[in-house]
């Protein structure tokens, strides 16, 4: 059974960093889409930064390219999934979720951000940044 775990998230002032990590087990794929998504109050779910594990492709919204990076660590039984957010503003404050599409086999860079496809999701992990 798929899992999908996350941690790094807490409270921060705006120009700091944060690193997200989701530990992500149950796969039996060896390649797919897996990323994080974001959910501000009263706002729709958004992709922030997603990647395809066969290759390395990687995506991320226009409002945090440069600012955050996505990476993978598949050395352990468990693959775990990172998200380094640096220059932090108070619009990145939201929930923010891991999740994974284990079935499509390509995707373009909208269908890659997009929540919709992406079958198993984890909790979420607050992340709030003050000005």
């Known amino acids: 059974q798929v899992q999908l775990v996350e941690s790094g998230g807490g409270s921060v002032q705006a120009g700091g960093s944060l690193r997200l990590s989701c530990a992500a087990s149950?796969?039996?794929?060896?390649?797919?889409?897996i990323g994080w998504f974001r959910q501000a109050p009263g706002k729709e779910r958004e992709g922030v930064a997603t990647i395809w594990t066969g290759g390395d492709r990687t995506y991320y919204a226009d409002s945090v390219k440069g600012r955050f990076s996505i990476s993978q660590d598949n050395s352990g039984d468990t693959n775990t999934l990172f998200l380094q957010m640096n220059s932090l503003k108070p619009e990145d404050t939201a929930m923010y979720y891991c999740?994974?599409?284990?079935?499509?086999?390509?995707?373009?860079?909208?269908?890659?951000?997009?929540?919709?496809?992406?079958?198993?999701w984890g909790q979420g992990t607050q992340v709030t940044v003050s000005s």
């Open positions: 999740a994974a599409d284990l079935l499509s086999p390509i995707k373009t860079k909208v269908q890659a951000l997009s929540p919709r496809g992406y079958d198993h």
């Open positions: 149950g796969f039996t794929e060896s390649s797919y889409y």
